[in-house]
Each structure stands twice: as structure tokens, then as C-alpha cells.
């Protein structure tokens, strides 16, 4: 392992404002993302069910126009006219135009300074807790991870593979790399292993009673990627955390008549709060807990 830079170890203040601000960039990156990424697998879908159907006509299918995280440029959803880059700065753009497009004047999402801001004190607030570790990289790049699955799963009720599986694999190796990580291998594959097959479990058992699906599998594997990293100890209280803010939330929304208690809502945002909780706070909570037991 490498040592903890001497300039960083002194000056913590530093490295704490250093990650802060970096986070803020990334969280502008988050926003294209969580903005392109379902478009991009629902193009993928339709590409894959063209082809399936051209081959079995014999025909060739028709080639979309290209479109990813780099292209097209980025654009004002209401009148089309490309950001430029000034407009792009994290928050202060946002700030500056008033939270409105500086041609057309139509209204720009809350989300895109929320998120800059979220990626901004979720790096700040691991490179404070942490110090310049290899752990606090891995702990930023894990809440950055879940910024992003969250806030799709709550725009479009869809958890990427590209986030969960990826998270999930790293949770495994990091006790394998990281010396200083405090779950070790075994704790991280009972973890995933359990965490899966908790909600696996609820969910085969609500669909055998009701005969609707209560969830996704997309949640399955983030509970296994949460449980992954943070041990498989820690599932308890993520499970308990997460549906203590679902419901509070879900019953406010339904009682503020914001939402139809017919329509689902999305389980992987209370996932990633808990997971979050739990990873801060997760220690201090248990030892509460149980040193209350009789």
C-alpha cells in the first residue's frame, strides 16, 4: 500500500476541499449520465429487437444516429440550443442563469445543481471522515456510484447493471487489495450472498401471495453490492433503515397527494440512503443497539 501523501496527512483541511471540488465536477459528469444513460439502453432494446426481427425477414436494420455520454454535445431539452461552457459550470451556471435556459428561458431542472452539490459533500464528507487514504478513493467513488443509480432508479424505476455489478465486484475485491478495509473476504461474500437472497426471497414470496412483482432485480444486486462492501453484519440494519424511509417517505408523498398509491415507487433510493447510513454510521448504531439489549 502506498503511504498517505506528507503534504495531505498535514493539511487535511486541503484534501478535504481538493475532493470537495472535484466532486462537484463529477457531479456534472453524474448528471449527463443519469440524464443519457436510460435513453442509451432503451435505444440498445429497440437496436436488439430491429435485428431480431430483420433477420427473421431477412432485411437489414436501420442504423441509429450516434448517441452517448460525448455525443451529441449537450443541449437545452426545450429549445435545442448546444451549452456552452460557461453555461456548464457546476452550480454556478445554474446560479448565474437563475435556473433558466439563456435563450429560450425555460426552467432547468433542480436536479442538476442537487446532484453537483450531493457529489460534492459525498466526496467531502469521505475524504473527512477517511483522510487521503485508499480507502476514502474507494468510499468516494462508491457514493458517487449510488448518487447516480439513485437518482436514475427514482427518474425511470431502472437500476443499471453498469452500476450495481461493477459496485458488487469491487466490494469483493476491496478486502483483497486494501489491507485496511474493515470487512474482511469472507464477511463481503456472505454479505452479497445474503444480501441477494434477502430480497430475492421477498420478492418471490410477495409475487406467490399477490401475484404482482413488489420489485426488481436491480434491487436484488444492489442490496448484494451494499452488503458486499459494507458486510454481511450490516444487512440487518440496511433492511431496517431502508424500509423505515420508504414507508415515512411513501406515506408523506401519498398523504401530500403527490403520488397515486397505485403507482410503484422505487425501492433503490431508501437502499442507497441505508447503505449510506449504515456505512458512516453503521458501527455506532449497532453498538448502540446491542449495548441497550438486556
Known sequence: MSETPVFLADHPGTWVAIAALFGLLVGSFLNVVINRLPVMMEREWRRECRALLAGEAGETPPEDEPFNLVHPRSRCPSCGTPIRAWQNIPVISWLWLRGRCAECRAPIAWQYPAVEVAG?????????????????????????????AAVIDLKTQ?????FTLPLLWLGLLLPIVLPEHHVTLPDAVLGAAFGYLALWSVYWLFRLLTGKEGMGYGDFKLLAALGAWLGWQMLPLVILLSALAGSVIGIAMILLRRHDRRTPIPYGPYLVIAGLVALYLGEPIMTAYLGGMP
Open 158 to 162: 431502472l437500476l443499471p447493471d453498469v
Open 120 to 148: 460534492a459533500a459525498l466526496a467531502g464528507l469521505a475524504a473527512w471522515q477517511f483522510g487521503p487514504t485508499a480507502w476514502s478513493l474507494a468510499v468516494i467513488l462508491f457514493g458517487w456510484t449510488l448518487l447516480a
